[in-house]
Protein backbone atom coordinates (compact mmCIF):
# COMPACT_ATOMS: atom_id res chain seq x y z
CA UNK A 1 0.00 0.00 0.00
CA UNK A 2 1.09 3.47 -1.10
CA UNK A 3 2.31 5.71 2.13
CA UNK A 4 3.21 9.18 0.20
CA UNK A 5 4.23 10.41 3.72
CA UNK A 6 7.23 8.30 3.65
CA UNK A 7 7.67 8.19 0.31
CA UNK A 8 7.30 11.12 -1.74
CA UNK A 9 11.14 10.59 -2.59
CA UNK A 10 10.03 7.64 -5.35
CA UNK A 11 6.27 9.49 -6.55
CA UNK A 12 6.20 9.59 -9.81
CA UNK A 13 2.99 10.64 -12.28
CA UNK A 14 2.88 10.03 -15.89
CA UNK A 15 -0.51 9.75 -18.48
CA UNK A 16 0.74 6.99 -20.82
CA UNK A 17 -2.02 7.84 -23.01
CA UNK A 18 -5.94 9.21 -23.42
CA UNK A 19 -8.87 7.26 -24.41
CA UNK A 20 -11.89 8.39 -26.60
CA UNK A 21 -15.18 6.54 -25.40
CA UNK A 22 -18.19 5.66 -27.88
CA UNK A 23 -19.55 8.71 -27.07
CA UNK A 24 -16.79 10.77 -27.66
CA UNK A 25 -15.60 11.71 -24.46
CA UNK A 26 -12.04 12.20 -24.03
CA UNK A 27 -10.22 10.74 -21.13
CA UNK A 28 -6.42 10.60 -19.50
CA UNK A 29 -5.59 7.94 -18.06
CA UNK A 30 -3.29 8.95 -15.40
CA UNK A 31 -0.62 6.78 -13.93
CA UNK A 32 0.49 7.01 -10.16
CA UNK A 33 3.48 5.37 -8.99
CA UNK A 34 4.51 5.57 -5.23
CA UNK A 35 7.56 3.04 -4.51
CA UNK A 36 6.24 -0.01 -6.18
CA UNK A 37 2.55 0.57 -5.69
CA UNK A 38 0.69 1.65 -8.44
CA UNK A 39 -2.83 2.70 -9.90
CA UNK A 40 -4.66 4.36 -13.36
CA UNK A 41 -6.70 7.40 -12.58
CA UNK A 42 -8.87 8.55 -15.58
CA UNK A 43 -10.15 12.51 -15.60
CA UNK A 44 -11.63 14.80 -17.89
CA UNK A 45 -9.75 18.06 -18.75
CA UNK A 46 -12.96 19.18 -17.02
CA UNK A 47 -11.64 17.66 -14.04
CA UNK A 48 -7.91 18.91 -14.55
CA UNK A 49 -10.13 22.77 -14.93
CA UNK A 50 -11.67 22.19 -11.57
CA UNK A 51 -8.94 20.79 -9.76
CA UNK A 52 -7.00 23.80 -11.27
CA UNK A 53 -9.57 26.36 -9.91
CA UNK A 54 -10.10 24.92 -6.34
CA UNK A 55 -5.65 25.20 -5.93
CA UNK A 56 -5.73 28.38 -7.53
CA UNK A 57 -8.37 30.02 -5.19
CA UNK A 58 -7.05 27.65 -1.61
CA UNK A 59 -3.24 27.73 -2.63
CA UNK A 60 -2.56 30.61 -4.86
CA UNK A 61 -0.69 28.60 -7.23
CA UNK A 62 -0.27 30.20 -10.52
CA UNK A 63 -3.15 30.01 -13.07
CA UNK A 64 -1.07 29.69 -16.32
CA UNK A 65 0.39 26.16 -14.67
CA UNK A 66 -2.61 24.42 -16.64
CA UNK A 67 -2.92 24.14 -20.49
CA UNK A 68 -5.79 26.46 -21.77
CA UNK A 69 -8.83 25.05 -23.31
CA UNK A 70 -9.37 25.00 -26.49
CA UNK A 71 -12.61 24.79 -28.19
CA UNK A 72 -12.24 23.96 -31.61
CA UNK A 73 -10.28 21.12 -32.60
CA UNK A 74 -10.05 19.74 -29.87
CA UNK A 75 -10.82 16.28 -30.54
CA UNK A 76 -7.90 16.26 -33.51
CA UNK A 77 -5.14 13.52 -32.34
CA UNK A 78 -2.35 15.35 -32.91
CA UNK A 79 -4.12 17.86 -30.69
CA UNK A 80 -5.20 15.56 -28.13
CA UNK A 81 -1.61 14.01 -27.99
CA UNK A 82 -0.14 17.62 -26.95
CA UNK A 83 -2.71 17.82 -24.22
CA UNK A 84 -1.87 14.85 -23.12
CA UNK A 85 1.84 15.64 -22.73
CA UNK A 86 0.66 19.24 -21.47
CA UNK A 87 -1.00 17.99 -18.67
CA UNK A 88 1.66 15.18 -17.31
CA UNK A 89 3.74 17.94 -17.02
CA UNK A 90 1.25 19.58 -15.34
CA UNK A 91 0.73 16.84 -13.19
CA UNK A 92 4.39 17.34 -12.54
CA UNK A 93 5.06 20.70 -11.43
CA UNK A 94 1.89 20.08 -8.34
CA UNK A 95 4.03 16.93 -7.48
CA UNK A 96 7.18 19.36 -7.27
CA UNK A 97 5.39 21.89 -5.61
CA UNK A 98 3.72 19.83 -2.96
CA UNK A 99 6.29 17.47 -2.74
CA UNK A 100 5.92 17.27 1.17
CA UNK A 101 2.20 17.30 1.27
CA UNK A 102 -0.50 16.64 -1.27
CA UNK A 103 -3.56 19.17 -0.79
CA UNK A 104 -6.68 17.11 0.28
CA UNK A 105 -8.34 18.27 -3.13
CA UNK A 106 -5.24 16.65 -5.35
CA UNK A 107 -5.17 13.50 -2.94
CA UNK A 108 -8.38 12.94 -4.41
CA UNK A 109 -8.01 14.06 -7.78
CA UNK A 110 -5.27 11.49 -7.62
CA UNK A 111 -7.34 8.87 -5.92
CA UNK A 112 -5.01 8.67 -3.02
CA UNK A 113 -7.54 8.18 -0.48
CA UNK A 114 -8.26 4.90 -2.26
CA UNK A 115 -4.67 3.71 -2.12
CA UNK A 116 -2.28 5.79 0.73
CA UNK A 117 -2.23 5.18 4.17
CA UNK A 118 -2.44 8.42 5.30
CA UNK A 119 -5.30 9.87 2.89
CA UNK A 120 -7.03 6.17 3.16
CA UNK A 121 -7.76 7.34 6.84
CA UNK A 122 -8.53 10.46 6.59
CA UNK A 123 -11.45 9.56 4.57
CA UNK A 124 -12.22 6.83 7.33
CA UNK A 125 -11.82 9.74 10.44
CA UNK A 126 -13.96 11.64 8.43
CA UNK A 127 -16.41 8.82 8.36
CA UNK A 128 -16.26 8.05 11.93
CA UNK A 129 -16.48 11.63 12.78
CA UNK A 130 -19.83 12.50 11.62
CA UNK A 131 -21.37 9.05 11.67
CA UNK A 132 -19.61 7.02 13.99
CA UNK A 133 -21.89 7.39 16.69
CA UNK A 134 -25.34 6.39 14.32
CA UNK A 135 -23.01 3.51 13.33
CA UNK A 136 -22.16 2.03 16.47
CA UNK A 137 -25.85 3.20 17.90
CA UNK A 138 -27.68 -0.05 16.67
CA UNK A 139 -25.21 -2.42 16.58
CA UNK A 140 -21.14 -2.56 17.05
CA UNK A 141 -20.36 -3.91 14.13
CA UNK A 142 -18.59 -2.76 10.99
CA UNK A 143 -17.20 -4.26 7.89
CA UNK A 144 -13.46 -2.83 6.85
CA UNK A 145 -11.51 -3.90 3.67
CA UNK A 146 -8.15 -5.58 3.74
CA UNK A 147 -6.89 -2.51 2.63
CA UNK A 148 -8.11 -0.31 5.84
CA UNK A 149 -7.43 -2.61 7.93
CA UNK A 150 -4.01 -2.56 6.61
CA UNK A 151 -4.05 1.50 6.43
CA UNK A 152 -4.76 1.45 10.16
CA UNK A 153 -2.14 -1.29 11.32
CA UNK A 154 0.39 0.34 9.43
CA UNK A 155 -0.53 3.84 10.77
CA UNK A 156 0.44 2.53 13.92
CA UNK A 157 4.17 2.13 13.41
CA UNK A 158 4.11 6.10 11.86
CA UNK A 159 5.43 8.79 13.31
CA UNK A 160 2.63 11.60 13.23
CA UNK A 161 2.61 13.35 9.74
CA UNK A 162 1.63 16.82 8.92
CA UNK A 163 -1.89 17.90 8.34
CA UNK A 164 -3.37 20.61 7.41
CA UNK A 165 -4.03 22.50 10.73
CA UNK A 166 -7.21 23.69 9.79
CA UNK A 167 -8.80 20.14 9.03
CA UNK A 168 -7.30 18.22 11.62
CA UNK A 169 -10.42 17.96 13.67
CA UNK A 170 -12.25 15.69 11.06
CA UNK A 171 -9.27 13.86 9.28
CA UNK A 172 -7.50 13.37 12.74
CA UNK A 173 -6.35 9.70 13.24
CA UNK A 174 -7.99 9.69 17.00
CA UNK A 175 -11.17 9.29 15.71
CA UNK A 176 -10.22 6.11 13.59
CA UNK A 177 -9.09 5.01 17.13
CA UNK A 178 -11.98 5.10 19.06
CA UNK A 179 -14.04 3.76 16.75
CA UNK A 180 -12.14 0.80 16.43
CA UNK A 181 -11.88 0.38 20.25
CA UNK A 182 -15.52 0.51 20.89
CA UNK A 183 -16.43 -2.36 17.96
CA UNK A 184 -17.98 -5.95 19.46
CA UNK A 185 -18.05 -7.24 15.78
CA UNK A 186 -15.30 -6.79 12.97
CA UNK A 187 -15.85 -7.93 9.67
CA UNK A 188 -12.98 -8.13 7.06
CA UNK A 189 -13.58 -8.84 3.66
CA UNK A 190 -10.94 -8.56 0.11
CA UNK A 191 -12.74 -5.61 -0.92
CA UNK A 192 -15.75 -3.81 0.02
CA UNK A 193 -19.25 -3.55 -1.67
CA UNK A 194 -18.55 -6.58 -3.30
CA UNK A 195 -20.20 -9.75 -2.42
CA UNK A 196 -18.21 -11.92 -5.24
CA UNK A 197 -15.37 -13.31 -2.50
CA UNK A 198 -18.56 -15.66 -0.94
CA UNK A 199 -18.64 -17.70 -4.14
CA UNK A 200 -15.08 -16.87 -5.58
CA UNK A 201 -12.15 -17.89 -3.93
CA UNK A 202 -9.89 -15.91 -6.18
CA UNK A 203 -11.19 -12.55 -5.26
CA UNK A 204 -8.25 -12.15 -2.67
CA UNK A 205 -5.66 -12.67 -6.01
CA UNK A 206 -7.26 -10.19 -7.77
CA UNK A 207 -5.85 -6.69 -7.60
CA UNK A 208 -8.00 -3.78 -6.26
CA UNK A 209 -9.78 -1.74 -8.43
CA UNK A 210 -6.88 -0.01 -11.31
CA UNK A 211 -3.70 -1.05 -9.01
CA UNK A 212 -1.35 -3.62 -8.16
CA UNK A 213 -2.52 -4.13 -4.81
CA UNK A 214 -3.54 -7.64 -4.14
CA UNK A 215 -5.37 -8.36 -0.57
CA UNK A 216 -4.09 -11.52 0.43
CA UNK A 217 -0.59 -10.03 0.30
CA UNK A 218 -1.43 -7.33 2.82
CA UNK A 219 -0.23 -8.82 6.38
CA UNK A 220 -1.92 -6.64 9.60
CA UNK A 221 -2.25 -6.76 13.27
CA UNK A 222 -5.54 -6.21 14.61
CA UNK A 223 -3.89 -4.47 17.90
CA UNK A 224 -6.62 -1.69 17.18
CA UNK A 225 -9.79 -3.78 17.90
CA UNK A 226 -9.02 -4.85 20.99
CA UNK A 227 -12.40 -5.22 22.31
CA UNK A 228 -13.45 -7.17 19.77
CA UNK A 229 -15.91 -10.41 20.67
CA UNK A 230 -16.92 -11.42 17.15
CA UNK A 231 -14.85 -11.75 14.22
CA UNK A 232 -15.81 -12.15 10.55
CA UNK A 233 -13.38 -12.87 7.69
CA UNK A 234 -15.07 -13.89 4.52
CA UNK A 235 -13.27 -14.54 1.37
CA UNK A 236 -9.76 -13.57 2.95
CA UNK A 237 -7.34 -15.40 4.62
CA UNK A 238 -6.72 -15.22 8.15
CA UNK A 239 -3.03 -15.81 7.63
CA UNK A 240 -3.35 -12.07 7.01
CA UNK A 241 -3.08 -11.53 10.61
CA UNK A 242 0.45 -11.16 12.05
CA UNK A 243 -0.94 -10.12 15.68
CA UNK A 244 -4.02 -10.93 17.40
CA UNK A 245 -2.92 -11.71 20.77
CA UNK A 246 -4.12 -9.09 22.10
CA UNK A 247 -7.75 -10.41 20.95
CA UNK A 248 -7.55 -13.65 21.92
CA UNK A 249 -8.88 -13.65 25.63
CA UNK A 250 -11.85 -11.92 24.65
CA UNK A 251 -12.99 -13.56 21.88
CA UNK A 252 -16.12 -15.46 21.99
CA UNK A 253 -17.15 -15.92 18.17
CA UNK A 254 -15.25 -16.87 14.97
CA UNK A 255 -16.39 -17.32 11.19
CA UNK A 256 -14.00 -17.91 8.57
CA UNK A 257 -15.57 -18.26 5.13
CA UNK A 258 -15.05 -19.18 1.83
CA UNK A 259 -11.67 -19.08 1.65
CA UNK A 260 -8.70 -21.40 0.58
CA UNK A 261 -7.51 -22.71 4.22
CA UNK A 262 -6.92 -26.42 4.44
CA UNK A 263 -6.16 -26.34 8.02
CA UNK A 264 -7.49 -25.49 11.67
CA UNK A 265 -4.25 -24.05 12.49
CA UNK A 266 -4.24 -21.50 9.86
CA UNK A 267 -6.87 -19.63 11.88
CA UNK A 268 -6.18 -20.67 15.39
CA UNK A 269 -2.45 -20.19 14.95
CA UNK A 270 -2.15 -17.54 12.62
CA UNK A 271 -0.24 -15.12 14.27
CA UNK A 272 3.83 -14.91 13.49
CA UNK A 273 4.80 -15.78 17.72
CA UNK A 274 3.39 -19.08 17.44
CA UNK A 275 4.32 -20.02 13.84
CA UNK A 276 8.03 -18.73 15.18
CA UNK A 277 7.62 -21.12 18.26
CA UNK A 278 6.54 -23.74 15.91
CA UNK A 279 9.77 -23.51 13.87
CA UNK A 280 12.08 -23.17 16.57
CA UNK A 281 10.20 -26.39 17.92
CA UNK A 282 10.68 -28.48 14.85
CA UNK A 283 14.84 -27.99 14.86
CA UNK A 284 15.49 -30.12 12.09
CA UNK A 285 13.36 -28.05 9.01
CA UNK A 286 11.95 -25.09 8.34
CA UNK A 287 8.73 -27.36 7.84
CA UNK A 288 6.83 -29.37 10.23
CA UNK A 289 4.70 -32.37 9.53
CA UNK A 290 2.98 -33.99 12.26
CA UNK A 291 1.25 -37.25 11.79
CA UNK A 292 -1.95 -35.65 11.23
CA UNK A 293 -0.57 -33.93 7.70
CA UNK A 294 -0.39 -30.72 9.33
CA UNK A 295 2.45 -28.76 7.77
CA UNK A 296 3.57 -25.60 8.31
CA UNK A 297 6.57 -24.04 6.50
CA UNK A 298 8.60 -21.16 7.66
CA UNK A 299 9.05 -17.72 6.11
CA UNK A 300 12.30 -17.12 7.86
CA UNK A 301 15.09 -18.01 5.80
CA UNK A 302 17.47 -17.61 8.74
CA UNK A 303 15.36 -19.95 10.89
CA UNK A 304 15.47 -22.98 8.19
CA UNK A 305 18.98 -22.22 8.46
CA UNK A 306 19.47 -22.19 12.34
CA UNK A 307 17.89 -25.63 12.32
CA UNK A 308 19.13 -27.84 9.83
CA UNK A 309 22.48 -28.74 11.44
CA UNK A 310 23.70 -32.02 11.11
CA UNK A 311 23.06 -32.99 15.06
CA UNK A 312 19.39 -32.28 14.69
CA UNK A 313 19.50 -33.84 11.09
CA UNK A 314 17.81 -37.15 12.10
CA UNK A 315 15.38 -35.96 14.80
CA UNK A 316 11.65 -36.78 13.83
CA UNK A 317 9.46 -33.56 13.53
CA UNK A 318 6.87 -32.81 16.59
CA UNK A 319 3.71 -33.72 17.01
CA UNK A 320 1.02 -30.49 17.14
CA UNK A 321 0.25 -31.88 20.63
CA UNK A 322 3.66 -31.69 21.33
CA UNK A 323 3.86 -28.34 20.64
CA UNK A 324 0.53 -26.75 21.86
CA UNK A 325 1.94 -26.93 25.55
CA UNK A 326 4.54 -23.84 24.24
CA UNK A 327 1.54 -21.84 23.21
CA UNK A 328 0.86 -19.97 26.31
CA UNK A 329 -2.23 -17.93 24.79
CA UNK A 330 -5.02 -19.87 24.04
CA UNK A 331 -8.19 -19.32 23.04
CA UNK A 332 -10.00 -19.37 26.85
CA UNK A 333 -13.15 -17.67 25.95
CA UNK A 334 -14.10 -18.82 22.49
CA UNK A 335 -17.39 -20.73 22.27
CA UNK A 336 -18.35 -20.51 18.87
CA UNK A 337 -15.94 -21.32 15.83
CA UNK A 338 -17.52 -21.40 12.26
CA UNK A 339 -15.32 -22.24 9.27
CA UNK A 340 -18.08 -22.72 6.71
CA UNK A 341 -17.09 -23.07 2.49
CA UNK A 342 -13.64 -23.82 3.29
CA UNK A 343 -10.90 -26.40 1.47
CA UNK A 344 -10.34 -27.73 5.70
CA UNK A 345 -9.50 -31.79 4.95
CA UNK A 346 -9.27 -32.49 9.09
CA UNK A 347 -9.96 -31.52 12.27
CA UNK A 348 -6.44 -31.03 14.11
CA UNK A 349 -4.82 -30.63 17.05
CA UNK A 350 -5.12 -26.40 17.73
CA UNK A 351 -8.75 -26.75 18.13
CA UNK A 352 -7.10 -27.63 21.97
CA UNK A 353 -6.42 -24.39 22.19
CA UNK A 354 -10.42 -23.11 22.70
CA UNK A 355 -11.04 -25.42 25.39
CA UNK A 356 -14.26 -23.47 26.13
CA UNK A 357 -15.70 -24.20 22.24
CA UNK A 358 -19.34 -25.13 22.70
CA UNK A 359 -20.38 -24.74 18.97
CA UNK A 360 -18.15 -25.66 15.76
CA UNK A 361 -19.26 -25.42 12.14
CA UNK A 362 -17.20 -27.15 9.56
CA UNK A 363 -20.00 -27.11 6.34
CA UNK A 364 -18.90 -27.40 3.04
CA UNK A 365 -14.96 -28.54 3.53
CA UNK A 366 -13.39 -31.60 2.45
CA UNK A 367 -13.12 -33.43 5.82
CA UNK A 368 -13.70 -37.23 6.20
CA UNK A 369 -13.30 -37.96 9.58
CA UNK A 370 -13.20 -36.42 12.83
CA UNK A 371 -10.31 -35.95 15.76
CA UNK A 372 -9.06 -34.00 18.79
CA UNK A 373 -12.28 -32.69 19.77
CA UNK A 374 -12.06 -35.25 23.10
CA UNK A 375 -10.59 -32.94 24.96
CA UNK A 376 -13.25 -30.09 24.17
CA UNK A 377 -15.75 -30.86 27.39
CA UNK A 378 -17.91 -28.44 26.54
CA UNK A 379 -18.35 -28.63 22.89
CA UNK A 380 -22.38 -29.24 22.46
CA UNK A 381 -22.96 -28.62 18.28
CA UNK A 382 -20.82 -30.21 15.55
CA UNK A 383 -22.24 -29.13 12.18
CA UNK A 384 -20.13 -31.41 9.44
CA UNK A 385 -22.70 -30.98 6.50
CA UNK A 386 -21.20 -31.35 3.05
CA UNK A 387 -17.98 -32.74 3.77
CA UNK A 388 -16.69 -36.12 2.53
CA UNK A 389 -17.56 -38.63 5.21
CA UNK A 390 -18.09 -42.45 4.62
CA UNK A 391 -17.80 -43.61 7.87
CA UNK A 392 -17.98 -43.03 11.74
CA UNK A 393 -16.31 -45.26 14.40
CA UNK A 394 -16.81 -45.08 17.96
CA UNK A 395 -17.74 -41.74 17.45
CA UNK A 396 -18.92 -41.31 21.32
CA UNK A 397 -15.00 -41.13 22.21
CA UNK A 398 -14.69 -38.04 20.92
CA UNK A 399 -18.13 -36.47 21.47
CA UNK A 400 -18.53 -37.22 25.11
CA UNK A 401 -20.90 -34.41 25.53
CA UNK A 402 -22.96 -33.35 22.10
CA UNK A 403 -26.37 -32.12 22.32
CA UNK A 404 -26.78 -31.34 18.21
CA UNK A 405 -24.64 -33.12 15.18
CA UNK A 406 -25.17 -32.07 11.56
CA UNK A 407 -23.69 -34.57 8.76
CA UNK A 408 -26.21 -33.74 5.94
CA UNK A 409 -24.81 -34.27 2.58
CA UNK A 410 -21.80 -36.38 3.62
CA UNK A 411 -21.53 -40.32 2.17
CA UNK A 412 -22.86 -42.06 5.34
CA UNK A 413 -24.47 -45.64 5.05
CA UNK A 414 -23.87 -47.35 8.02
CA UNK A 415 -25.18 -45.40 11.39
CA UNK A 416 -23.33 -47.95 13.81
CA UNK A 417 -20.38 -45.64 15.07
CA UNK A 418 -23.35 -43.00 16.62
CA UNK A 419 -25.09 -45.71 18.92
CA UNK A 420 -23.15 -44.41 22.27
CA UNK A 421 -23.88 -40.81 21.56
CA UNK A 422 -26.05 -40.78 24.84
CA UNK A 423 -26.26 -37.26 25.12
CA UNK A 424 -27.33 -36.40 21.68
CA UNK A 425 -30.48 -34.72 21.23
CA UNK A 426 -30.91 -33.27 17.48
CA UNK A 427 -29.23 -35.27 14.82
CA UNK A 428 -29.19 -34.43 11.06
CA UNK A 429 -28.39 -37.31 8.63
CA UNK A 430 -30.47 -35.87 5.52
CA UNK A 431 -28.72 -36.49 2.02
CA UNK A 432 -26.97 -39.38 2.84
CA UNK A 433 -26.74 -42.76 1.59
CA UNK A 434 -28.63 -45.14 4.25
CA UNK A 435 -30.69 -47.69 2.75
CA UNK A 436 -31.57 -50.21 5.88
CA UNK A 437 -33.95 -49.44 8.53
CA UNK A 438 -32.06 -51.55 10.87
CA UNK A 439 -29.25 -48.70 10.41
CA UNK A 440 -31.62 -46.32 12.22
CA UNK A 441 -31.93 -48.79 15.38
CA UNK A 442 -28.29 -47.04 16.40
CA UNK A 443 -29.95 -43.78 16.66
CA UNK A 444 -33.19 -44.44 17.57
CA UNK A 445 -32.12 -46.06 21.29
CA UNK A 446 -30.50 -42.79 21.88
CA UNK A 447 -32.28 -42.30 25.25
CA UNK A 448 -33.23 -38.40 24.70
CA UNK A 449 -32.73 -37.37 20.84
CA UNK A 450 -35.71 -35.64 19.94
CA UNK A 451 -35.35 -34.74 16.61
CA UNK A 452 -34.07 -36.74 13.53
CA UNK A 453 -33.32 -35.48 9.64
CA UNK A 454 -33.18 -38.55 6.92
CA UNK A 455 -34.97 -36.89 4.29
CA UNK A 456 -32.81 -37.10 1.29
CA UNK A 457 -31.51 -40.63 1.92
CA UNK A 458 -32.72 -44.08 0.05
CA UNK A 459 -34.69 -44.89 3.12
CA UNK A 460 -36.75 -41.88 2.82
CA UNK A 461 -38.41 -42.88 -0.65
CA UNK A 462 -39.43 -46.66 0.94
CA UNK A 463 -43.28 -47.36 1.17
CA UNK A 464 -44.56 -45.76 5.29
CA UNK A 465 -40.89 -44.81 5.61
CA UNK A 466 -42.30 -42.01 8.48
CA UNK A 467 -44.19 -45.16 9.83
CA UNK A 468 -41.29 -47.39 9.97
CA UNK A 469 -39.03 -45.24 11.33
CA UNK A 470 -40.84 -44.06 13.89
CA UNK A 471 -41.82 -47.49 14.73
CA UNK A 472 -38.17 -47.87 15.94
CA UNK A 473 -38.30 -45.36 18.56
CA UNK A 474 -41.54 -47.92 20.19
CA UNK A 475 -43.46 -45.53 22.99
CA UNK A 476 -41.27 -42.69 22.21
CA UNK A 477 -42.60 -42.52 18.52
CA UNK A 478 -44.68 -39.20 19.83
CA UNK A 479 -42.30 -37.73 21.35
CA UNK A 480 -40.18 -37.75 17.55
CA UNK A 481 -39.59 -34.79 15.38
CA UNK A 482 -38.95 -36.69 11.96
CA UNK A 483 -37.62 -34.28 9.10
CA UNK A 484 -39.00 -31.57 10.70
CA UNK A 485 -42.36 -32.94 11.90
CA UNK A 486 -44.23 -34.99 14.57
CA UNK A 487 -46.22 -37.64 13.36
CA UNK A 488 -49.64 -37.45 12.40
CA UNK A 489 -52.11 -39.76 13.94
CA UNK A 490 -52.29 -42.07 11.26
CA UNK A 491 -48.21 -42.73 10.91
CA UNK A 492 -48.20 -42.94 14.89
CA UNK A 493 -50.80 -46.14 14.70
CA UNK A 494 -49.06 -47.66 11.84
CA UNK A 495 -45.63 -47.40 14.14
CA UNK A 496 -47.55 -48.71 16.98
CA UNK A 497 -48.42 -51.63 14.98
CA UNK A 498 -45.48 -51.94 13.25
CA UNK A 499 -43.27 -51.79 17.01
CA UNK A 500 -45.52 -54.70 18.53
CA UNK A 501 -44.12 -56.67 15.42
CA UNK A 502 -40.71 -55.81 15.26
CA UNK A 503 -40.76 -56.61 19.43
CA UNK A 504 -42.49 -60.02 18.53
CA UNK A 505 -40.14 -60.58 16.10
CA UNK A 506 -36.89 -59.87 18.55
CA UNK A 507 -38.51 -62.33 20.80
CA UNK A 508 -38.60 -64.99 19.16
CA UNK A 509 -35.20 -64.65 17.78
CA UNK A 510 -33.84 -64.53 21.45
CA UNK A 511 -36.24 -67.35 22.36
CA UNK A 512 -34.55 -69.24 19.41
CA UNK A 513 -31.52 -68.88 20.47
Known amino acids: MACYFRQNGDTH ?13 VYYDIKVRVHQVEWLVERRYRDFSQLHEKLVDEIAISKKLLPPKKLMGNKNPAFLEQRRDQLEKYLQELLIFFRIQLPRVLAE ?41 FAISERLCLPCPPENIEQRGKFDFSHVLDFCTQLEVLIVTPVKDNTSFSNDYNTVDVPI ?34 DIALLKPTMQTIFVHSTTLTHINQILLCDNIHRDILVAAAASTATI ?20 NSSRANTPPPCLSDILPFIKCNWSNLAYLD ?109 ILETLRLTGNPLAG ?18 ISLDNERGTQKELDTALVLSALHTSKLRQMNGQR
Open 13 to 25: LTIPKYIESSTGV
Open 339 to 447: LTGNLLTQIDASVRTAPQLQTLVLDQNRIRSIQNLAELSQLQTLSLSVNLIAECIDWHLELGNLVTLNLAQNRLKKLRGLRKLLSLVNLDLSCNLVEDLEEVDNVTRLP
Open 462 to 479: SVDYRARVLSRFHERAPE
Open 289 to 308: STPDNISYTSTSSAAAQSTS
Open 209 to 242: DRSNIIPKNLRFTLNAFRNVKTLKFHGLSTENIV
Open 109 to 149: FLDFNKYDIIYLLQDLAKLFNESGSALLSSKKEFNFSALEV
